[in-house]
């Protein structure tokens, strides 16, 4: 700490240091179910973006090198990562602000740079305990690779290269559901990053078994309804749509309940990256250039219908729902549909007094379908639009 500070003040520097309560590391590291590494990291950066908010900057600047780059390309290989995590460490990461200048610098050409401004390098003491990963191949992996590759600096860097250029040619949206045509243009190996993105997203920091990866990408190419799963995971393929689904987190679905007011726009984000909007932002929804829905299968409820409080939530074991030819439970509605029984109750449904007023079945390739006290022929301006889709 004392020699940042003297090589600050020898340039007019100011130098804000930011310490931590003791335990803190420890406690984010059980928070996250990670290291500390990966904890001291996330704190890092969490300090820095909160400095960076403070004093009003675009970007946060790191001094991460090219001998950073070549470590981290080598910690994941070691792992069942997808390919394109291999091309590293970003240039420029703009969802966090940060801006990484050096990384085509070697830490030599750094050191002399420094030593020419007659300032003097430091380093962490922390970086000599090889018991954290980096450390470990920092200090007794990379220095054996000149005895197998002389050249494995610029191999591993290529190998990064080539990682960026996959990511490249890979959809911009992935989420847990996705189309089946988003895959119609990719080789295996882009297929097999949508998919470690889209594991990545519902399992972080747990391993994509191969075997699974390998079952998915043929059921994909067969393009047939079908259910793929192991280790707790499910892959379902239904309506030309791809999605993932953790069973154990039914039980957010499941408890999610929200009051709503039927007679303003709506604008409701659902756990899954789903929303029910109504009104104008249903309205906005079909305007879009990009949207697939059908405007005439929208729904259209009287507001006026509603009887007490009207909550959204997702369809539950025991809903019925009082359709022009009687009573139906929604489970049922939901298996005559087809929709897989691991995705029936992740559907949103809207509830008042009365009971189910509305199924919607369209998030998953379905029609929506509505009680019988809705189906009345009133003034439009009666009628407010409900939509349900993707975040």
């Known amino acids: 700490m004392a020699l940042n500070q003297a090589n600050c003040k020898h340039f007019g520097v100011d130098l804000e240091i930011v310490t931590l309560e003791p335990g803190r590391v420890k406690g984010v590291a059980s928070e996250r179910k990670g290291g500390i590494e990966d904890a001291a990291r996330a704190l890092r950066y969490e300090a820095l973006e909160t400095a960076r908010k403070a004093h009003q900057c675009d970007y946060i600047l790191t001094a991460h090198h090219r001998q950073d780059q070549v470590e981290t390309i080598i910690m994941r290989l070691g792992r069942s990562v997808p390919f394109s995590s291999l091309r590293g460490i970003s240039e420029i990461d703009e969802k966090r602000s940060l801006v990484r200048p050096?990384?085509?610098?070697?830490?030599?050409?750094?050191?002399?740079?420094?030593?020419?401004?007659?300032?003097?390098?430091?380093?962490?003491?922390?970086?000599?305990?090889?018991?954290?990963?980096?450390?470990?191949?920092?200090?007794?992996?990379?220095?054996?690779l000149p005895d197998i590759l002389e050249d494995y600096e610029d191999l591993l860097l290529d190998l990064g290269n080539q990682a960026r250029d996959v990511a490249k040619r890979l959809p911009e949206d992935i989420t847990a559901q996705m189309p089946l045509s988003a895959f119609d243009n990719l080789g295996p190996l882009e297929a097999s990053e949508v998919l470690f993105s889209m594991w990545d997203g519902i399992f972080p920091g747990i391993d994509f078994p191969q075997s699974l990866l390998c079952r998915v990408l043929s059921a994909i190419r067969k393009k047939t309804d079908c259910k793929v799963g192991s280790n707790g995971a499910i892959f379902c393929i239904y309506h030309q749509s791809l999605y993932l689904v953790d069973p154990s987190q039914d039980a957010v679905f499941?408890?999610?309940?929200?009051?709503?007011?039927?007679?303003?726009?709506?604008?409701?984000?659902?756990?899954?990256?789903?929303?029910?909007?109504?009104?104008?932002?249903?309205?906005?929804?079909?305007?879009?250039?990009?949207?697939?829905?059908?405007?005439?299968?929208?729904?259209?409820?009287?507001?006026?219908?509603?009887?007490?409080?009207?909550?959204?939530?997702?369809?539950?074991?025991?809903?019925?729902?009082?359709?022009?030819?009687?009573?139906?439970?929604?489970?049922?509605?939901?298996?005559?549909?087809?929709?897989?029984?691991?995705?029936?109750?992740?559907?949103?449904?809207?509830?008042?007094?009365?009971?189910?007023?509305?199924?919607?079945?369209?998030?998953?390739?379905?029609?929506?379908?509505?009680?019988?006290?809705?189906r009345t022929s009133l003034a439009p301006n009666r009628f407010t639009q409900y939509i349900v889709s993707k975040g």
């Open 254 to 374: 499941q408890n999610f309940e929200q009051c709503i007011d039927v007679k303003t726009d709506l604008e409701v984000p659902l756990p899954g990256g789903v929303v029910l909007r109504s009104g104008i932002f249903a309205q906005q929804i079909l305007e879009r250039s990009d949207c697939s829905l059908d405007a005439s299968k929208v729904l259209c409820m009287d507001s006026e219908k509603f009887q007490g409080p009207c909550v959204v939530r997702f369809a539950r074991v025991g809903d019925q729902i009082r359709l022009k030819d009687g009573m139906k439970m929604v489970m049922r509605l939901l298996q005559d549909m087809k929709i897989p029984s691991c995705l029936r109750k992740r559907v949103p449904v809207l509830v008042d007094s009365d009971g189910v007023c509305a199924v919607f079945g369209c998030f998953y390739g379905q029609n929506d379908r509505i009680c019988v006290k809705f």
């Open 102 to 144: 050096l990384l085509d610098f070697s830490r030599k050409e750094l050191e002399k740079y420094v030593r020419d401004l007659d300032m003097k390098w430091s380093t962490d003491s922390t970086n000599l305990d090889s018991s954290y990963l980096r450390n470990h191949v920092r200090n007794d992996v990379v220095p054996q």
